[in-house]
């Protein structure tokens, strides 16, 4: 059976047997017998990290560790509120870092600084539910999640296309519609990042690449 770690766009932590391209940390969130509880973070620092690191390995729900949780790839990490990991994507963390200052207009940054914004669009103290925004479609840049007024599927803007999701992969592409409403996932911070030019991993049923080993 499944374990109940895959990640959505929407935020939503659900059971399915298909395998991501990363792997998310949220903290501890798992009990005894690899059921997550009630806690759905830890703290802050809400992270994506690559599936292997300098030979490392581990459990996916370890008797003494953080709760290993995946994302079918970068774009459903960010409209989850996951940053780049400073550690194992650095590379990815500071091109991260540079489009969030070049999008900010500060001249410097922490990982803490982004984390406190990005907790604060991401969800809901009380509900814990993911914030969703009404925005025009027109304004959404290449990287973000949104959801049509008429459905609870969630779409991935690349272009003039969007692109179905689902935990496995991408469906084919429909043509981006002009002059909608949509609600979006993926939070006002990183959107901004995305529109300052920030380009996530994408899944290799768009960018035709192969998967991870």
Known sequence: MALQNRITPGGEIIADPARGTLMGNRGILHKPDKTLGIARW???AWI????????????????????RLFFLDEAVA???????????RRDAYTDFKNHWLAGSGLAACRAAD???QFHQERVAPRSRQQFTRLLALDDIPDGGFVSLADTDA???????A??????????????????IQ??????????NILQAGYRPRLHPSITGGSLPA
């Open 42 to 44: 830890r703290h802050k």
């Open 48 to 67: 994506s990290c690559l599936l292997e690191f300098r030979a490392r390995h581990s459990e996916v729900m370890p008797s003494n560790g953080y709760t």
């Open 78 to 88: 960010l409209a989850a509120g996951h940053r780049p990991c400073a550690e194992c």
């Open 114 to 116: 982004m984390d406190r």
């Open 154 to 160: 969630a779409f991935l803007v690349v272009g003039d």
């Open 162 to 179: 969007l692109f179905a999701y689902s935990p496995a992969r991408y469906a084919l592409p429909v043509r981006r519609p002009a002059g």
């Open 182 to 191: 949509v609600r979006v996932h993926t939070p006002p911070a990183i959107l």
